[in-house]
């Protein structure tokens, strides 16, 4: 069974540009969330999709928006990027049920941004 | 005060050695994490609890939920063993995610 996929592993962009990423759940998982990860901040919730749905949402700006489609691949996508949006991006993926992560979670490698 | 509160931060011990890792926390919760990060990035998760307590290999979750304390325990610990862990509580009025800030573990041969 194939893991989660995430692409791409790495990107540079400048201050200002958009970024779209993507992450591919594990077959049969409905449920796709999205964390950001930096060394000042760790770990923090971005949102969760769910058949398509963004069934919930952490204390991002708007800058960070995300959708998922009927094979229940995900994309994020940060617009007008800052120097701070530098970070690991991480999927994971689940069966679904009450919420992404009330059930087994399986994580991506991660996508490293970095903004210049 | 952060929502959940891990202890140690850093930790450092020879192979072989028992390890515990700690995890407060002070909301109400439907489920805890733990999770283990290796350099470069990728997470695995290691168990998911809502009570009692859960064994895989040489790895035991405990979880006491009055309490809201859970610790992770490494027996015989390797060098392969060293990574991040990350405790993470799931609310259970918001199924809000908060992450603790992680122990860093270092297993030397």
């Known amino acids: 069974k194939a893991g989660v996929t995430q692409t791409p592993r790495y990107l540079i962009k400048t201050r200002g540009q958009q970024v779209t990423l993507s992450c591919s759940p594990i077959s049969g998982h409905r449920s796709v969330s999205w964390y950001q990860q930096t060394p000042g901040q760790g770990l923090q919730f971005l949102f969760e999709?769910?058949?398509?749905?963004?069934?919930n949402k952490g204390n991002f700006p708007g800058r960070f928006s995300g959708r998922q489609f009927s094979n229940s691949r995900s994309e994020m996508n940060v617009s007008t990027l800052e120097l701070g949006d530098s970070a690991l991006y991480l999927c994971a993926s689940s069966a679904g049920g009450t919420g992404g992560m009330n059930t087994e979670a399986f994580f991506g490698q991660g996508t490293r941004l970095t903004v210049v | 005060k952060n929502e959940v509160e891990q202890s140690p931060q850093n930790l450092t011990a020879q192979e072989g050695e028992f390890i515990t890792i700690n995890c407060s926390y002070s909301v109400g919760i439907s489920a805890l994490h733990w999770l283990q990060q290796h350099p470069g990035g990728g997470i695995v998760s290691l168990f998911m609890l809502s009570s009692g307590k859960k064994k895989h290999g040489r790895l035991i979750a405990t979880i006491n939920i009055q309490e809201k304390h859970s610790s992770l325990h490494i027996t015989a610990s390797h060098p392969r063993d060293s990574a991040v862990y990350i405790c993470?509580?799931?609310?259970?009025?918001?199924?809000?995610?908060?992450f603790g800030k992680g122990t860093r573990l270092h297993i030397l041969p």
């Open positions: 999709y769910f058949s398509e749905t963004q069934r």
């Open positions: 993470a509580v799931i609310g259970d009025r918001d199924d809000k995610i908060i």
